[in-house]
C-alpha cells in the first residue's frame, strides 16, 4: 500500500511537471515551410519565410515574410518582430539559395540548418536563378502555398528518377566527402510556374557550374542507380538518325582506378530497359534489328556519357566521386591520404574510358 | 564472516535468464547514442573493428569474473573482498568501487539530460529533470532486485526494436567508406577499443547480483549471451553510422546515432528521432537504477547504515553533483575521468583480483 501511494504520488509530480516544458499551442505558430536566402544591396543576407497559419479566420492560408540579418538565426529574430505568431522550423522541406549567393558559398547556412535540432534532415536544398525572395513572394495563381508546391515539384522529380536528390543530410555528407562534390536542383520562375530543368554543380561549397537536367540523367548513372528513369535519346540506325525512349531503366555503374599515375578510370555501366517508343516503324522482333537498335544506343550513351565527364572536368567539379575512389586506390598501394586539393589537382588529369552495356528486356506490348 | 544482512530467501532471487538482459540492459546506456566519433578519432574505418575487439574484451572480463565468483559461493564483490583482504583493505576497495559506480551512473544522468536538453525542451532548468528521474530511480531500487531485473528486461525489450530503423540510413550507404578495410595496425586498434570500452562497461553488474541469481551452474551461459547481444548491436549501429556519415562530418557530430535516426519518417510521424530520444529514457534508466543500487549495498557494507538511509544519501549526493556539471565541457571531463579508470577497473581489475586469489589461495571455499 505505501509502494503504491508512492507510484501515485510520483505519477503526480510527473503530470504537473508537463506544464514546464515550454507549449507549442498550434495557433500561436507560423510554421516555416519554406525558407529563402538572399544576398541583399548592402552585403547582409535577406531571408524570407513562407509559413503556414493554422487560424480558421484568416483569409489567405500562406504569409511570407521577410528581414535582413548577418547571420541565419538572427534571421529568424528579425522575422520573428514582424510577426504575430512565433516561428518555428520544424516544418520547413525546402530551402532555397539565391544563386549569387551560392557562388559566394553557403557552408555556414547550410551547416546552421544541422546544428538546429529542431530541423528535419529530409530538407531539400536547392539553389535559384535570380533572388529567392522573388521566387517565394511572387503570387501563383494555381497554386496556393509556394512552399509545398516547390516541395512537391522536387520531390516528385526524384522519386520519379528525373532528378539527383539533395537532402540537407545529402549535401552535407557530399560537401565533407574528399574526392565528391555535391549537386543541387536549379530552379527557375518564368511566368506563373517553377521550372527545374538545370543542376547545379558545387565545388565545395561554392556553386560553378550548371548542367542541364538531360546531362543530369548520365550524371546520375555515375552517382548512383536508376530503377524506373527514362531516357528520350537520338540514335543513328542505318545511317539515318532517330529518336527512341527507354523506359524502366534499371542501371549499376563500376568505376575502377586503371593508372594511378596518369589518372585513368575505367568507367562500365551496366543498364537494362525497355523501348517504349520509336519515331519510326522499326520490326523489333527481328533478334537482328533488335540487337541493332541496342547498339545504337549504347553508341549514343556512352557519347552523352563522355561528353559530360569532359564538362565536369573543364569545371573543375567530381560530382561523381571518382577522386573519392583515387583515393582509396592510392592508399590500398600504401600511400597516404590525400587531402581534397591535392585529390582536386589530381583529377584535372583524369581520363576516363567509358564503357556502356544496354540489354532491352523488353519492346512494349508490341513487337 | 559477515554476510550481507539481505535475507537470501527464494523471494529475493533471479531467473537466470534474466541476468542476460541486466548485462545487456546495464551495458547499454548513453554511449550509443554518441561513442562512434570517439572511436572514428583513433581508426577511421576501421572503427567496427575496434568495436569487435572491445567486444572479447568484455567476454574475457566477464570470463575472469565468473571465476572468481564461483570460487566463493553466495558473495558478492564486496564480501569477497573482505574475505580476501581483510576489513581495512576491503572497505577502501568497495569504497573506491562505490565512487566509481556513482560517477558512471552520474555520467549516465548528466548525459541523458543534456540530451534532453539539447534535442527537446532548451528551457527546462536540470535540476527539475535530475530531480523527476532520481524520484523514479528511489521508488526503482526501493522494489529491491527483482524489480530491476523486471525493468531491464522490459527496457532491452522495449528499445531493441530501434534496430530496424537502420534501415533507413542503410539506404543512403557508401560503401567507399569503409575502404580501404584493416588500414590500421594492431596498437591503434586497441587504442580505438580502448576508447570503446566505457560503452561496453556496465557487466560488472554480475558481481553485484551473483549471490541472487537462481541457477549459478549455468549462468555463464546467459551472462556471455548478453555481452555477445551487446557486441552485435554496437558493430551494427558503428558499421551503419560509417557508411552513413562522412569521417570529417562524425568528428562533428556529438550524438551521430540520433542524427541518424532524423531521417526516419514515417507517413504518419515526421521527426521520429523525437520518439527515440523519449524511449532513451528506458534505455539509460536501468543503468541508473542498477548502478544506485550497486553503490546503495556497498554503502550499506561498509559503513552498516540502513539500506533505504544509504539510497537516499547517494540520491542526494547524486543531485548535487549533477546540478554543478552545466557545460557541455564539464560532462565531457567527467566522461572522460570515469572512462578512462573505468577500463582499469571493470577490464583489468578482475584480472589482478583472480591472479591474487590464485597465487594466495585466499579465502576460498572449497567445494
Known amino acids: 500500500m505505501r509502494r503504491f501511494r508512492l507510484l501515485i504520488h510520483y505519477l503526480l509530480v510527473v503530470v504537473l511537471l508537463n506544464g514546464c516544458g515550454e507549449q507549442h499551442v498550434l495557433e500561436k505558430l507560423g510554421l516555416a515551410v519554406a525558407v529563402g536566402y538572399d544576398l541583399s544591396k548592402d552585403g547582409k543576407l535577406l531571408g524570407t519565410t513562407v509559413f503556414y497559419q493554422i487560424d480558421p479566420e484568416a483569409r489567405e492560408l500562406v504569409t511570407v515574410i521577410s528581414g535582413t540579418a548577418h547571420t541565419s538565426k538572427g534571421l529568424t529574430v528579425a522575422q520573428n518582430r514582424e510577426s504575430s505568431k512565433k516561428i518555428v522550423g520544424g516544418q520547413i522541406r525546402v530551402v532555397v539559395y539565391h544563386d549569387e549567393l551560392a557562388r559566394k558559398g553557403i557552408l555556414s547556412l547550410v551547416e546552421n540548418l544541422t546544428r538546429d535540432a529542431s530541423i528535419g534532415s529530409n530538407v531539400y536544398l536547392t539553389v535559384a536563378k535570380g533572388r529567392a525572395y522573388d521566387i517565394l513572394t511572387h503570387r501563383y495563381p494555381e497554386n496556393s502555398n509556394i512552399g509545398i508546391y516547390l516541395y512537391q515539384a522536387i520531390r516528385q522529380n526524384v522519386e520519379g528518377e528525373n532528378m539527383i536528390s539533395s537532402k540537407l543530410h545529402e549535401f552535407m555528407k557530399d560537401y565533407y566527402a574528399v574526392g565528391k562534390d555535391a549537386v543541387m536542383p536549379y530552379i527557375e520562375r518564368v511566368k506563373n510556374e517553377l521550372h527545374i530543368n538545370k543542376i547545379a554543380l558545387f565545388r565545395d561549397d561554392r556553386l560553378v557550374a550548371e548542367i542541364t537536367t538531360r546531362e543530369g540523367f548520365f550524371l546520375k548513372i555515375l552517382r548512383e542507380r536508376y530503377n524506373k528513369g527514362e531516357l528520350e535519346i537520338n540514335i543513328s540506325l542505318d545511317k539515318k538518325r532517330l529518336f527512341t525512349v527507354i523506359e524502366h531503366i534499371s542501371s549499376k555503374k563500376q568505376i575502377k582506378v586503371l593508372d594511378l599515375e596518369k589518372p585513368r578510370f575505367s568507367v562500365k555501366v551496366k543498364m537494362t530497359a525497355q523501348i517504349q517508343e520509336m519515331a519510326e516503324k522499326i520490326d523489333l522482333s527481328k533478334p537482328e534489328q533488335l540487337k541493332k537498335v541496342q547498339k545504337a544506343i549504347e553508341l549514343a550513351v556512352k557519347k552523352e556519357t563522355e561528353h559530360l565527364l569532359e564538362k565536369l572536368r573543364k569545371h573543375d567539379v567530381d560530382p561523381v566521386g571518382f577522386g573519392e575512389i583515387y583515393n582509396i586506390a592510392i592508399q590500398k598501394s600504401g600511400k597516404k591520404k590525400l587531402s581534397q586539393e591535392e585529390v582536386r589537382e589530381i583529377m584535372k588529369r583524369a581520363k576516363y574510358e567509358v564503357d556502356v552495356e544496354i540489354k532491352i528486356l523488353r519492346t512494349g506490348v508490341i513487337g | ?367
Request: glycine share 8%; hydrophobic share 55%; charged share 15%.
Open chain 2, 1 to 367: 564472516m559477515s554476510l550481507s544482512t539481505f535475507r537470501r530467501n527464494s523471494h529475493m532471487a533471479i531467473s537466470v535468464s534474466l541476468a542476460l538482459f541486466m548485462v545487456h540492459g546495464n551495458q547499454v546506456g548513453i554511449g550509443i547514442a554518441g561513442v562512434q566519433r570517439f572511436i572514428y578519432d583513433r581508426v577511421q574505418q576501421d572503427a567496427w573493428i575496434a568495436v569487435i575487439i572491445a567486444g572479447i574484451m568484455t567476454h574475457i572480463a566477464a570470463w575472469f569474473m565468473l571465476k572468481i565468483l564461483a570460487k566463493f559461493k553466495d558473495m558478492d564483490l564486496y564480501d569477497i573482498h573482505q574475505r580476501v583482504f581483510g576489513k581495512w583493505p576491503a572497505r577502501v576497495l568497495n569504497f573506491i568501487f562505490i565512487v566509481y559506480i556513482m560517477g558512471s551512473a552520474l555520467t549516465i544522468l548528466r548525459g541523458y539530460i543534456e540530451i534532453i536538453q539539447s534535442w527537446m525542451f532548451p528551457e527546462v532548468p536540470s535540476w527539475i529533470l535530475n530531480a523527476s528521474l532520481l524520484c523514479l530511480t528511489i521508488y526503482g531500487v526501493t522494489g529491491g532486485i527483482r524489480v530491476l531485473a523486471g525493468i531491464s528486461f522490459f527496457s532491452v525489450g522495449l528499445t531493441l526494436w530501434q534496430l530496424l530503423l537502420m534501415v533507413y540510413p542503410m539506404q543512403y550507404a557508401d560503401f567507399h567508406l569503409l575502404q580501404p578495410v584493416f588500414h590500421h595496425d594492431i596498437g591503434q586498434l586497441m587504442d580505438g577499443a580502448r576508447k570503446m570500452s566505457f560503452s561496453t562497461i556496465g557487466f560488472e553488474i554480475i558481481l553485484f547480483i551473483y549471490p541472487f541469481v537462481k541457477e549459478k551452474k549455468i549462468l555463464p551461459r546467459y551472462v556471455h549471451g548478453g555481452l555477445f547481444m551487446t557486441t552485435c548491436l554496437y558493430v551494427v549501429v558503428m558499421l551503419v553510422t560509417l557508411l552513413y556519415f562522412q569521417g570529417e562530418q562524425l568528428q562533428h557530430l556529438i550524438w551521430a546515432t540520433f542524427m541518424m535516426m532524423k531521417i526516419v519518417e514515417f507517413p504518419f510521424l515526421e521527426r521520429f528521432e523525437f520518439v527515440s530520444i523519449s524511449l532513451w529514457m528506458l534505455v539509460m534508466l536501468d543503468n541508473l537504477l542498477m548502478d544506485l543500487w550497486i553503490a546503495m549495498r556497498g554503502v550499506h557494507h561498509i559503513s552498516g547504515v540502513k539500506e533505504r538511509m544509504a539510497l537516499f544519501g547517494i540520491v542526494g549526493v547524486m543531485f548535487f553533483a549533477s546540478n554543478f556539471l552545466e557545460t557541455r565541457q564539464s560532462i565531457n571531463l567527467i566522461t572522460d575521468i570515469f572512462g578512462g579508470v573505468g577500463f582499469y577497473i571493470i577490464f583489468i581489475y578482475p584480472i589482478v583480483l583472480y591472479v591474487v586469489i590464485r597465487l594466495f589461495r585466499k579465502g576460498a571455499v572449497r567445494t
